[in-house]
């Protein structure tokens, strides 16, 4: 896999959270792996060996291409991180200093020591979008800080929501599901309010991060 590697993807894993490019390609593998044994064995619960050996070669056939594609996606998601951390570097107002953390807090709960497996292959796909958001975000925050405050504070009370509800960024292990959507739901809210050109995967709104909450009383 990695003598395959382009330069610039070569250049985007060496620099990720990862101890090494090779933990972070293991770390994709597994997320394939998951996606893969979960279109075969919902659920992937499997107890008859018959069916293991039909799932296991399913996913054998599939997966060293599946892989290129993850880690291809990976690198894009990893360069678009380092060109989110090089604006944050390109402000130097201190009026400035709540929305950078706040932006940092994000990036950090989006890129980070296993995250890929973490997150999963399909959830994956919506990253170069969440990322294209941060940095339409960070271009047009000198000019308008006060909308940006005030977009903030809307998230910051959803976030608040999520956050006495028990939930985490990133969601722990044994995070109940409507929790994890949430989490999900949360972020396509930030695209809503700070780059609302780049679309939502989903209709996201105050009413249904709530109603999704709802269901954990």
């Known amino acids: 896999m990695q003598e395959h590697l382009t330069a610039p993807e ?17 770390d994709c593998r597994r ?27 399913a996913v054998s056939a599939r997966i060293v291409d599946e892989l290129f594609a993850c880690v291809s996606l990976v690198a894009k998601i990893l ?24 932006i940092k807090g994000q990036l950090a709960g989006l890129v980070f020591p296993g995250f890929v497996s973490a997150t999963g292959r399909e ?17 047009t925050l000198e000019d308008a800080p006060g909308k940006d405050r005030a977009r903030l504070s809307e998230y910051e009370r959803m976030a608040q929501v999520f956050a006495d509800a028990g939930g985490t960024v990133p969601p722990a292990s044994d995070s109940p599901a409507a929790l994890t959507e949430v989490r999900w739901l949360l972020e396509e809210y930030r695209v809503s309010l700070f780059a609302q050109r780049l679309g939502t995967a989903q209709p996201v709104s105050p009413q249904r991060i709530q109603k999704a909450l709802s269901t954990l009383r």
């Open 123 to 139: 959830r994956l796909a919506h990253y170069p979008r969440y990322l294209s958001g941060i940095l339409e975000r960070l271009k």
């Open 10 to 26: 070569k250049l985007a894993l060496a620099a990720s959270p990862y101890p090494s490019a090779a933990a972070l390609i293991e």
């Open 79 to 102: 360069t678009a991180a380092r060109d989110v951390e090089r604006g944050i570097r390109s402000q130097n107002s201190l009026a400035l200093l709540g929305t950078l953390n706040d």
């Open 31 to 57: 997320a394939v792996a998951r996606a893969l044994i979960e279109q075969d064995a919902p659920g992937g619960v499997i107890r008859a060996e018959a069916e293991f050996t039909r799932v296991r070669d």
